[in-house]
């Protein structure tokens, strides 16, 4: 398989839109352009030129390494990190919108609870739950965890006092989240 060429034309950051269509209609779309053939670093960082390499100097914000150790560590900035809150169905229990959010949440429990009570009907139970329960995207989503209450025949109400504000990703706030007591 032959490898592709990458070229990049640069032109000043500083420009406006204005500026750089204006510049390629001066330089006929191409024709004129200084192109320079790029390959990327070690790194794969395609736009090496004018930058340090000190980032791989940086002391890591958490690694695994660091979390083995049990004396002083010196090699990161934290020990004990996680994944934060995971629920497996982000869709569902977060929301920008409070009523949508309420909206979602009970339609997923009625789904779920409609499902542990087919369930806890069965005198014979599939020795599988993934052959008994549905399915649906638009609607729930079983993680492993989920499963273990259902096999558990456990019920689940709906509690608005439970959602709470939450920040899901930065610089988006007022996002909405059902937390489980």
């Known amino acids: 398989m032959k490898k592709a060429k990458i070229y990049y034309a640069r032109v000043d950051e500083g420009w406006t ?26 790194k794969n960082n395609w736009l090496t030129n004018g930058l340090e390499n000190e980032f791989s ?8 390494d660091s979390r083995l150790q049990k004396e002083t560590i010196t090699n990161s900035i934290f020990q004990v990190f996680s994944n934060g809150l ?11 919108n409070f009523n949508e959010l309420s909206t ?3 339609k997923t429990i009625n789904v779920y609870n409609d499902q542990v009570s087919r369930w806890n009907k069965k005198t014979l139970k599939p020795l599988n739950i993934d052959d008994l329960v549905t399915y ?12 273990i209450y259902f096999k558990r025949g ?15 990703r930065p610089f988006a706030n007022n996002f909405y989240i059902l937390i489980k007591s």
Request: hydrophobic fraction near 30%; aromatic fraction near 10%.
């Open 104 to 106: 979602n949440v009970q």
């Open 154 to 168: 456990i019920l689940t109400n709906y509690n608005e006092s439970r959602i709470r504000h939450a920040l899901y």
């Open 57 to 64: 100097d940086f002391i890591s914000i958490g690694s695994k």
């Open 86 to 96: 995971h629920s497996s169905r982000d869709p569902w229990v977060y929301n920008f």
């Open 17 to 42: 839109k204005v500026q750089k269509l204006k510049h390629l209609d001066e330089v006929g779309h191409g024709g004129k352009v200084v192109w320079e053939e790029i390959t990327p670093d070690k």
């Open 136 to 147: 649906d995207d638009l609607n729930i989503s079983w993680s492993s965890t989920l499963k």
